[in-house]
């Protein structure tokens, strides 16, 4: 092989003969991780004739050269060669700890990138010993290129069709400076420049510290705080165009990019409300901590923190926009790094949503490992989604006996999500599931309202998972299975229906009530009942925590529930009659006002 292919495959020169055998396994960890090429090894084996006789030219002028140069410096190298010789015995040592200092760096900076150890033939590591020893904070490990969904659309549609819609939306806009590098967000040319925005981060030092746990908390500048308390006063007028001067004077006030983007997904304008979300998203960003490192699953925010929840809720809305787009794989990576920043509390429930990422991006393996580390933790399995989606990977990675097992236990627990996911994937049922009860009658009376609601989420979120040729054979024969089994008097069968009865009874918890609220899909949603005297429903941020942590005078209860009645009954009646009027509303408001006082009063 040339000097020069040598240099073409690892962009250096070429190793010398004495160390290429105790560097060539550095150098392929450190090529393989680091330094990706885009250059196929195998493609110097292709070449042509005519390259391989330039070679041998070059190569037969540089020996000349050397034969030349040799014979002067032959004298030399005798007089020099048992030095060499004992200098050599003295250095192998050090060479050796070289490697190993080598190694070592590489494994911390692929730590800290995320980057999973490099598999090393020196050290006998394959891929089953490391999925052994994952722990639960490696499995929410985030990697930078999965976080630009441009680089997935490069993968479904090809990089010249991506890169020419780029080029195209590039001349039309005008160029503003945005110098400093992110990740999340690639800042579009036609944001105004962000300069000061009065958001930092920080450590936060009022949390004890958790061991490899670091948590920080959002910082408002006073000038910041100011623009924030015309924001809330905007919120309580209801009228939009206070949203939108705020924004016209303050270009990164996250909460109001958040607001005016869901006015603008009201309209039905989804492109402008996924770019303000990404401008508030970019804000966020640009305000990190110099050790806020997304890639670690180590950095935390404590939730109850009222300038913290901007970053969750912006993520969670950031993640939908994507997945719109078909970028599955990145939407998963956001999962994982919203779930990273509150693992155990998930205040917005994205475990309600990760499987469906997971399986569309087909990570079937990745999100097995995933609830294995974490179903002892958060009961992972005792949510329907997870449950069925769980014996779906186990299928697509051709565990039938797993997956049949666990697709078994799915309907015997969760038995009213057959009936309508068969119904949203257009699929007749056969004469025996029709006429037996465990799926009709009796699955809907054994099953409370919360867990209906959590069965329908799923459905209608995932039902195009089934719609898969090879699945409608497999699912027919574990639901006959399980009506045998049912008919039989299965002693689980019975253990489920009592867990059923007792474990979702009560009020659906915050964080999935926030989750539905900030899906906003179709066909689930919250009813007033579900939400009354919980917290205001606004969608900046919707029901905060009862121990929240406001650094800023919010409005009283009986004020927030006032103020979520009115936008529920004018949202309501504007759907009901599209001719909805400003007397209409005046009314309305009235009505409520009076209300209001007389609670007050009493």
Request: net charge negative; proline share 4%.
């Amino acid at each position: 092989m040339s000097t020069r292919y040598m240099k073409k495959v690892y962009g250096s020169d070429i190793l010398s003969k004495e160390n290429s055998e105790n560097e060539s396994e550095i150098d392929n960890s450190i090529i393989g991780n680091i330094k990706s090429k885009t250059f196929n090894v195998f493609d110097v084996l292709n070449e042509n004739s005519e390259n391989e006789e330039k070679d041998v030219e070059e190569e037969k002028h540089v020996e000349e050269s050397c034969v030349n140069e040799g014979k002067r410096k032959k004298k030399k190298k005798r007089l020099k060669k048992s030095e060499g010789s004992k200098a050599q015995q003295a250095t192998e040592p050090t060479e050796t700890e070289d490697i190993d200092e080598i190694e070592r760096t590489v494994r911390e900076v692929n730590k800290l990138l995320g980057e999973p150890l490099p598999s090393c033939s020196s050290h006998n590591t394959n891929n089953v010993q490391w999925i052994e020893q994952k722990s639960k904070e490696d499995i929410l490990l985030v990697q930078h290129k999965h976080l630009n969904p441009y680089n997935e659309l490069k993968r479904i549609f090809g990089s010249r069709t991506v890169q020419a819609v780029q080029n195209r939306n590039r001349r039309n806009r005008g160029r503003t400076g945005h110098l400093k590098k992110t990740c999340l967000v690639s800042p579009k040319d036609n944001w105004p420049a962000i300069n000061e925005s009065g958001l930092s981060m920080s450590l936060d030092h009022t949390i004890q510290s958790v061991p490899n746990v670091q948590y920080f908390v959002y910082e408002h500048s006073p000038f910041y705080r100011q623009v924030q308390l015309k924001f809330l006063d905007a919120v309580e007028s209801l009228d939009p165009e206070d949203i939108v001067n705020i924004i016209n004077v303050h270009s990164y006030h996250v909460d109001a990019l958040l607001q005016l983007a869901e006015l603008c997904k009201l309209s039905e304008d989804l492109a402008t409300a996924a770019e303000f979300t990404e401008r508030a998203l970019y804000c966020l960003e640009y305000a990190f901590h110099p050790l806020f490192n997304v890639t670690t699953a180590q950095c935390r925010l404590d939730y109850r923190k009222q300038q913290n929840r901007a970053l969750f809720i912006t993520l969670f809305k950031h993640l939908n926009f994507v997945g719109g787009r078909g970028c599955y794989r990145t939407s998963l990576e956001f999962c994982k790094l919203l779930l990273s920043l509150d693992p155990e509390g998930d205040p917005l429930a994205v475990v309600l949503s990760l499987d469906f990422y997971a399986l569309r991006a087909k990570e079937f393996e990745w999100f097995t490992e995933f609830c294995n580390l974490w179903d002892s933790t958060r009961n992972l399995t005792q949510l329907p989604n997870i449950a069925y989606s769980l014996a779906l990977a186990h299928f697509h990675l051709d565990n039938r006996d797993t997956a049949s097992e666990l697709l078994q236990n799915a309907l015997i627990m969760f038995p009213g999500v057959l009936l309508p996911l068969l119904d949203k994937c257009t699929i007749e049922t056969d004469e025996k599931v029709r006429g037996h009860d465990f799926f009709n009658s009796k699955a809907a009376v054994s099953t409370p309202p919360a867990l209906e609601k959590l069965q329908n989420l799923y459905v209608v979120r995932s039902f195009r998972l089934w719609k898969e040729t090879e699945l409608l054979p497999w699912l027919r024969e574990n639901v006959h299975v399980v009506l045998n089994r049912v008919d039989s008097k299965d002693d689980y069968v019975k253990y489920c229906e009592v867990k059923r009865n007792k474990r979702y009874q009560g009020k659906m918890p915050k964080n999935i009530l926030r989750h539905i609220i900030l899906s906003d899909i179709k066909d689930v949603t919250v009813n007033v009942q579900e939400v009354q005297n919980v917290g205001s429903v606004l969608s900046h941020d919707p029901l905060p925590p009862v121990d929240s942590i406001d650094i800023y005078k919010r409005p009283t209860t009986n004020a927030r529930t006032y103020q979520s009645r009115f936008t529920f009954l004018s949202r309501l009646i504007s759907s009901l009659f599209p001719d909805f009027n400003e007397e209409i509303e005046v009314a309305v408001r009235e009505g409520l006002n009076s209300l209001y006082e007389d609670n007050e009063q009493t």
